[in-house]
T-cell receptor, first 114, second 119 residues
Framework: NAGVTQTPKFQVLKTGQSMTLQCAQD?????MSWYRQDPGMGLRLIHY???????DQGEVPNGYNVSRSTTEDFPLRLLSAAPSQTSVYFC?????????????FGPGTRLTVT | AQKVTQAQTEISVVEKEDVTLDCVYE???????LFWYKQPPSGELVFLIR??????QNEISGRYSWNFQKSTSSFNFTITASQVVDSAVYFC????????????????FGKGTKLTVNP
């Protein structure tokens, strides 16, 4: 099993550009989620999905869109990048319903918006 | 509101010292889960432990131990005889019960404690 994979590992965008961060898992997990990590802020939940076709907002959803067409994939879209979205982004999946279970994290994507 | 406080931003110790990382949480729910994750300098996040609100037993895993006390809303993490490889940022996290059990879907992380173990 590859676990949770994320692409790209690094990305530089200009303000106003759009892009999609890819996330895939091969563990047949129902729950998938996206977090951003900023210095001194810990991890904050952006969006999550409880299964294919179902998504919901987390703590900091503004400026991001998600969709979940398959169990395996959970892409995160930045519609119009802003410098405030410079961060490290982590995708995670977990077995079972709810956040009551261990999260399996991807390696992260470091995004810089200039 | 749900909240996790890790008051120690950075801790520096010398190898073989014992060190305790503090975690204080806030929630009104009776069903919740607490976690610790480790983030070494390489950047990945590694799960260490999960504890539910109905199980106050302390846990020991090798040099790691966890002390869960509902009376003080704390879930502290102790590393005994620390080693350089323990150098990392450690996150405490709080999860509420799934929506189907009357809770709301939420996972809240503390801001992390950076531990540096010097040789």
């Amino acid at each position: 099993n590859a676990g949770v994979t994320q692409t790209p590992k690094f990305q530089v965008l200009k303000t106003g550009q759009s892009m999609t961060l890819q996330c895939a898992q091969d563990m047949n997990h129902e729950y998938m989620s996206w977090y951003r990590q900023d210095p001194g802020m810990g991890l904050r939940l952006i969006h999550y999905s409880v299964g294919a076709g179902i998504t919901d907002q987390g703590e900091v959803p503004n400026g991001y869109n998600v969709s979940r067409s398959t169990t395996e994939d959970f892409p995160l879209r930045l519609l119009s990048a802003a410098p405030s979205q410079t961060s490290v982004y982590f995708c995670a999946s977990s077995l079972g319903r709810g956040f009551a279970y261990e999260q399996y994290f991807g390696p992260g994507t470091r995004l810089t918006v200039t | 509101a749900q909240k996790v406080t890790q008051a120690q931003t950075e801790i520096s110790v010398v190898e073989k010292e014992d060190v305790t990382l503090d975690c204080v949480y806030e929630t009104r729910d009776t069903t919740y889960y607490l976690f610790w994750y480790k983030q070494p300098p390489s950047g990945e996040l590694v799960f260490l432990i999960r504890r539910n609100s109905f199980d106050e037993q302390n846990e020991i895993s090798g040099r790691y131990s966890w002390n869960f006390q509902k009376s003080t809303s704390s879930f502290n993490f102790t590393i005994t005889a620390s080693q350089v490889v323990d150098s990392a940022v450690y996150f405490c996290a709080l999860s509420l019960g799934p929506a189907g059990q009357g809770g709301s879907e939420k996972l809240v992380f503390g801001k992390g404690t950076k531990l540096t173990v010097n040789p």
